[in-house]
């Protein structure tokens, strides 16, 4: 099974900005692909950014060129890089790996994992 760690949610003011990290462990064979979705209150989950295993990105219509994503190097891990921030980007943010991972009985499996979800309130 996969884990992912979320890190750098928090309040910030509009027009600020923010940094989200997401590091996954587990016994991860490959990672298709790992990326943010964000849920705010009575919305449905919907997607921010997505990095493939081939370094393609893909980002949402509404955060086009105000978000980055970037992995970290060595490790199974994406940042967030988000500017110009308004109060309607209030929402949990969460984090998304899918991955092939090897199971007890030495099963491979291939996988779509969730982090906890971090807090993100742009607020004055």
């Known amino acids: 099974q996969v884990l992912l760690v ?10 600020g900005s923010l940094t989200l990290s997401c590091t996954a462990s587990g016994n991860i064979l490959s990672m298709v ?5 964000r849920q705010a209150p009575g919305k449905q989950r919907e997607l921010v950014a997505t990095l493939a295993s081939d370094g393609t990105p ?3 219509d509404s955060q086009k060129g105000r978000v980055t994503i970037s992995r970290e190097l060595g490790k199974h891990a994406v940042d967030l890089r988000m500017n110009s921030l308004r109060p309607e980007d209030t929402a949990v943010y969460y984090c998304n790996a899918e991955g092939t991972t090897v199971q007890d009985m030495g099963r491979i499996t291939i996988g779509d994992y969730w982090g906890q979800g971090t807090q993100v309130t742009v607020s004055s």
Do not use: T
């Open 33 to 37: 692909a790992m990326g943010w979705y």
């Open 58 to 60: 893909n980002y949402a």
């Open 6 to 15: 979320e890190s750098g949610g928090g309040l910030v003011k509009p027009g």
